[in-house]
């Protein structure tokens, strides 16, 4: 409403007004429309890139000086959006960090209403124990820890080992429906099995074990192994290259991780892909309500963001917040994980994309 | 961690790293692993009240002094949690406003993500238009807007009138899902029947229109008429009368607005329900994931969030913020229209309830 | 396959082939792989008219000369579809009796898996009791009694009064799904209330009983009174009238009798509707697979199936088999009742419809 | 009813009236309530074994007397019942059939909406084509063709090959639901790649393609290879031994055949599981509603099915109607594929277990 006209025996009335609104905790619409109701999505979070050097730089120097243990939990460094007023969050939703433990240290189990996945760009020799099951942590793997799974690590090799943690601690901490709970000092089972027990019952291609039937709300596997999702992205592209369906657009192989008792995504609040191109290869660009995080696996690329670009090389991160349009370019092929909050937007019916025609 | 032991050098040490840190915009989340990861949710927002005559005082004052029309949109006057650092949101998730209409006056129509409802207190003569369809207001009505629909009210009567709107724009704002467009100025239907058209196809009790199959992710009816939930409510306090099932709790009669295409809730964002209390009757003290919101239809009530008390009367609300036990108690019986947004933590799989044994 | 080449030689050891088959309890496909597999539903049940004044005349003498009690349960004369071999079938999945009780007459309670509703024709005075609950059953209403709830039937009246059973008894007998239980002999509950407490509690539209929550696998609305039916009906053609969507066809209002807690059938296995035609409207033809039943409940109609065209007027039946098309053409207007086996079909994906172009 | 009390007057106008129904196509209900209405299911199929020495011995007789080709269609004989009147179905629901392909033989494309899959118990040597998709059967292999896709089967080997085909032909037939469509006479692909493309896409443990999103009403893996069913098992087994869950019972692993995109089964009509038994193991009785049918892959066993004991080794069918209960018994240890209709009733909430207890 436009008050540029007011007398000023109207704009003395309008302060009382106002003031009186403050006074008693109210806050008028009109003077702030656009910003709460904005024509398409205007994040707060900006487009930002973390350099993988630097992460394990900073994680290794943490690992020298600051022990891991009950209280702190984890020695973890989060990715902190500069737009996001000083969070320690990547995304209004969504939370990236850098673990690093030592070698034969422990972080103690716990469990937390945040649903959890751990992505490994290199390294081995942790194993994260869920629920008493052993997983070992290997390159290239993806680790699923649902939400109120009792969970430690520890380092039973000789090296340290870093890996990116992803959660939806910024979602649940603003949402307020987030429990915690601490469990054991030390991981309930140190064994250091090849395979968990999950695994050896659920990642068995369309076979699902007849003691456990019905919907699970997340993924009963605990790790989804690189072997099984290089495989599957060589397939996409041999496929591409027999003239068949496969690839989500040319030169570009992806595949989703996913709950083997739904069909659907890993997590409720988590979706996590892995994409290979080739070389020479690019993405469409596409707007998606909802956030998204890039780390490059292995390979070279420019991620486009609106209208920043950013090189990025093996294990750095970027983020693309809500509604920008993102794309991915290489000279000489990359692979990329990747993790959105589509999921929440999905079952809420308020997920949109975007790609404009003619591209 | 607990760095308190920490020499002079190695403080040195500590500090560079965390000047490192800030500058690669990453967070260690050892410092604040309790306040990201509570124990149990630990609410920013604060438990208020908000007194009806205060809110009609000031939007008669907002009604003489500010127009309403295209930019501002709405003369809507949110109820602002002092928790909320100046954010105009009664809770995270759920905004709350008064919102006045002066005789012949006029609210552009528009459309936007945000779901929205209108629950009238008292008062009549607007009629609310949804994607070409009048919908009159009527003391104790409850109106459906869903996202994405276009709507606009127009007062037709001599006289103001004012209702509460509920929506769910602090969810969408702080989740970057939000998108507004402008309509007509005008309401595109200026009639002013008794029924909305989206009544007389909607509301036979469990009859659906052959011609609308399938399941819709909002409900279809416009408008929740005052004669039924008071006969719904009746209902259940007779049949517990006569020794049979229907009400919650004794003397606590409740019943919630649904989706005839599902039977869930309204819009999936946000529940909504009307609660009838018999004199001397009090609810069980609960603590649920998530906000609630309370407005007193009739009667006077005590209200208890927590280990706060509110008295309140017609009109009057309360809002209860996540895992903060609420109960209410009335003399002389109480009718009490409520709202949360709980469908989206079970979407999710993050809802939670927990009422305290040998209560 | 063609054997008509055989030579003497051949055909010996093709007879000892099939002689063998024989008494190993096998039988080749190839011999009626068009019978078992036909190109379109090819079903054995044929398009048949019941005349409504000769089944209440037959089940007048019923009521004089058959007691009604244990063991047979239910004074009820099935339509058996000429087409299946002496089956008390209307169809391959459904049942349709006519159920007549005389004054004072008690049917005992019992329970089955078998799904069940009622439909009346004319006439009143007659409880069903389902779980306790008396349902008073009157001219136009649509009792639902789902599988495996006690219920039983007795006339308070001085009267005799008869309706329509439907059921899914082929389909369990068929499928080998039937189980059956006793009750009492008298109905648990010989109150005569207007409306049944199920009505109370979930009879007004939109709104369910919170103590109720969850979805339900088959409605828990007893009965869909006649008043509402035709309200709705009469809206969509008011609707019609006046310029808005809400009618199937020009002419044609139709309403679903639905499951509130779901939005979808009543009962898993059945569909039921209420269709309207105005004077001079038809409906067009139409090809689904499965059965449909068509019963006049006020006015004259013709009802075209594949080649055959019946008359009908109050009272009156009819059947759909699988695929054959169907319509029905009125010159004063005509009200039916229907029912259907789709639900099955729907939740199989089995289910197809066809509407020939140009019509 | 009992009119054993009738005066020859009243047996008079008994038989007058039931005479008349005959007429107007009309069965009381009360002369055949307990048949139609059964306390518990009482099937009219029996028990039975079919002898695969039998049935390959037969095949091969069919291979050299009857060609395979358009009309006929395949070379199946399908395992008729005993209690089910000369059809040629092994339960109200189910067909089971051995097909025979001989060396270089090919059977034409069609596709139907019939749901179909094979296992395989010896040889190797043909590729069924599904829309064009070239699978490769192998001993221990499961394949589904789910209905309304084109499929064919040639055999590029010089060797003739027999597997199982199951299918919902029975159901199908008795429901009206059948369509068939011719296509080509030659498989539109001759290629014999070890692994089908299906394959490719959709047999990485928990990944599936970014390409093709959302839920199938369908398994879309063509076929489930013997080595994965294999390493399921022993996986189970071995983690009985290592003290862990994973079993159905002592000695007892058990997978399912699902449909990635749900977790469900593999077809909307048809479940199939894969059990292995270990030396002296034994399964705990159990009464299922719906049919099943057991099919030894390798070992011995008895199967006992209400009061019969049948003694099964590689390649014999056993059969279990509705509710009989059944289970197996082994010395040596057995593997055993099974197939049953239970999708139909869980998704009609008409299925049941029960088992004794004590046992």
Known sequence: ????????????????????????NLIPLWTQREN???????????????????????AQTAGDLVPVGRGGERRAIALANPGL?????????????????????????????????RFVIEGEGVWT????????????????????????HHNDSG?????????????????????????????????TPALSRGERLWCHPGLRPLAFPGAQSSSPIPCYRWEHTDAALDDQLALEDEGFAGTVSPGHAAI?????????????????????????????????????VLQVFEGTATVTVAD????????????????????????DGVDLFSFTDAPIFEALHLYRTYQQKGI
Do not use: C
Request: proline share 7%; net charge negative.
């Open 308 to 331: 920043q670009t950013f090189t990025v090389a093996t294990g750095d991160v970027v983020n693309v917040p809500s509604w920008q349009a993102w794309s991915v370019a290489t000279d």
């Open 159 to 191: 090296k340290p080992m870093a890996w990116l943690d992803g959660l939806d601690i910024p979602f649940q901490q603003q949402m307020d429906t987030a429990f915690f709970e601490e469990g054991t000092e030390r991981v309930t089972d140190e064994a």
């Open 85 to 117: 007023s000083g969070n320690a969050f990547i995304a209004p939703t969504l939370w990236a960090a850098i673990q690093y433990l030592g070698p034969g240290e422990t972080a103690p189990e716990h469990r937390h209403s945040q649903n959890a996945f």
């Open 256 to 292: 989703r991780f996913t709950n083997p008792t739904t069909g659907g995504d890993v997590m409720t609040t988590l979706r996590t892909e892995f994409h290979r191109l080739r070389p020479a290869a690019s993405t469409t660009p596409v707007h998606e309500v909802g956030n998204r």
């Open 129 to 152: 124990v869920v629920n008493g099951d052993p997983v070992a942590m290997r390159r290239g793997d993806f680790l699923v820890t649902a939400g109120w799974n009792f969970h430690g």
């Open 36 to 58: 709460l109701m904005p024509d398409v999505p205007a994040p707060a979070a900006t487009a930002n890139r973390w350099d993988w050097q630097e992460l394990i730089g900073i």
């Open 1 to 24: 409403m436009n008050h540029a006209a007011a007398t000023p025996e109207e704009q003395e009335k309008l302060d009382a007004m106002y003031a009186r609104m403050g006074e008693l």
